[in-house]
């Protein structure tokens, strides 16, 4: 977890780090902000301190992004359609830089339509204690897919500062004015969505109401996700958030019951059960690192204005010893029932494991067994598209691998 914003040797760099609930929980909630310094001063932009205009121009649709310098930022709609238009499957306000939009419009079969269930999997409904929830419409099995959709806004989770912030700021006066500009730079991405799309935007929660977030960062920093394959690498490497209309609508969970991954052909998320669902069962989804033990989750989940009541919180004793023993154990089938049944099948650990095993009985040529992992990873498609056809005997027995261990 990075929280380099909030460590006053970095405050001053020009950053601000606005976060994104599934990877990057680096909310800094009022009470944070004390730990790092001691005092909280007023949350709002610093008095006599005037946000700079946002210099960043609007990309041109019809401009060979690999053609301008790769570092540089733009206002873009993608897939890259008239503004006022409609599209069934909707498009994304996207702040980007224009290397990460090279590599988009570059992937083979951008921009491809989505895939959507064969009817509606799901439904958003109030829940007793934590706002609106997700829930399943129909009883799913694992790998199932539960819904496909383009981001409402992508941007970068540290949203770079203009030039300008008075020597004499305290470090919490930077914060407040860096945020003040992150707002800017995202009514600019805000202003550009169709008046559905702000609408669904501004229907989102907000968790970030008092700590001195505009209302388009707020909404961004509560329901963000980690649109991973977007990520620029480089020290540090450069993560977007993604903020959806539905997914953003699923509740937390350290045990959850679903995954979501960022597919860059049809650059949409899609959401997919990670285990077996009954009907009307909620769908949640991580908001940080379900490894780490309980009490580090629930710091992490604090900017969310929620304490998680989930089983694994709920008894943290078990459930942190059997995910410590989990990470550290090395694959074998018994140590796969023991990740199901903390229900930790959206960990990436998980999907190694998997894979493994399937290459250990690969190796032993045992088919049986190894149809068995190929079967489970098949299932896997929150991991990626490549694993999607795994299951397949004679692709098993064409493997390299294929009986060289044989004791
Ligand atoms: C991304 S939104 C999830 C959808 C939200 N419940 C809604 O009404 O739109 C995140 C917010 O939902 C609430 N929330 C999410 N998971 C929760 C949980 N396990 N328990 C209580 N509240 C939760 C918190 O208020 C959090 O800031």
């Not at 305290?170 to 407040?176: E, L």
């Not at 989804?285 to 629930?298: G, I, L």
């Not at 008894?315 to 074998?332: H, T, V």
């Not at 929150?382 to 691998?401: S, V």
């Given at each position: ?91 994304t ?27 509606p ?56 004015a ?20 702000q ?7 907000n ?65 997919f ?18 490894s ?21 919180c ?94």
């Amino acid at each position: 977890m990075k929280r380099g914003f909030l460590n006053s040797s970095k405050a001053r760099s020009k950053m601000a780090s606005v976060g994104s609930p599934a990877i990057n929980p680096m909310a800094p909630a009022p009470e944070i902000l004390k730990a790092a310094y001691g005092v909280v001063e007023r949350p709002g932009v610093p008095e006599g301190y005037k946000t700079p205009t946002v210099k960043i121009k609007e990309g041109d649709p019809n401009i060979d992004p690999r053609t301008l310098p790769q570092e540089a930022y733009m206002f873009t709609s993608l897939p890259n359609i008239p503004l006022d238009e409609y599209d069934p499957d909707n498009w994304t306000s996207c702040l980007l830089q224009a290397a990460t939009k090279a590599q988009i419009v570059g992937t083979p079969g951008f921009p491809c339509p989505l895939l959507h269930p064969p009817k509606p999997r799901y439904h958003i409904k109030p829940t007793p204690s934590k706002g609106s929830g997700a829930f399943s419409s129909c009883a799913l099995k694992m790998g199932d897919l539960i819904l496909s959709e383009r981001a409402l806004l992508i941007a970068p989770v540290h949203l770079f500062a203009e030039d300008g912030l008075p020597e004499n700021f305290t470090d919490a006066q930077v914060q407040q004015a860096l945020f003040a500009q992150a707002e800017a730079k995202l009514q600019v991405a805000y202003d550009r969505m169709l008046p559905e799309n702000q609408k669904a935007y501004t229907a989102l929660a907000n968790s970030h109401l008092k700590d001195g977030s505009g209302p388009i960062l707020g909404v961004m920093r509560t329901n963000g996700i980690d649109a991973a394959p977007l990520t620029r690498p480089g020290n540090p490497p450069m993560p977007y958030s993604a903020t959806c209309k539905e997914i953003s609508r699923l509740n937390h969970s350290c045990s959850p019951n679903t995954a979501a991954e960022f597919d860059m052909p049809s650059f949409a998320f899609r959401l997919f059960a990670t285990r077996d669902i009954a009907a009307g069962e909620e769908l949640t989804y991580p908001y940080t690192d379900t490894s780490a033990p309980a009490a580090v989750r629930q710091k992490i989940l604090e900017p969310y204005g929620f304490r998680c009541t989930c089983r694994a919180c709920l008894d943290p004793r078990l459930s942190d010893a059997r995910r410590a023993s989990i990470r550290r154990a090395s694959p074998s089938p018994a140590l796969m029932s023991m990740w199901a049944e903390e229900g930790l099948q959206s960990s990436p650990l998980y999907g190694q494991h998997a894979v493994t095993l399937m290459e250990r009985y690969i190796g032993a040529g045992d088919l049986e067994n190894a149809m068995v992992y190929a079967r489970m990873c098949s299932k896997m498609k929150w991991f990626g598209r490549e694993a999607e056809d795994w299951a397949n005997p004679a692709k098993i027995k064409a493997d390299p691998k294929w009986r060289k261990d044989v004791k």
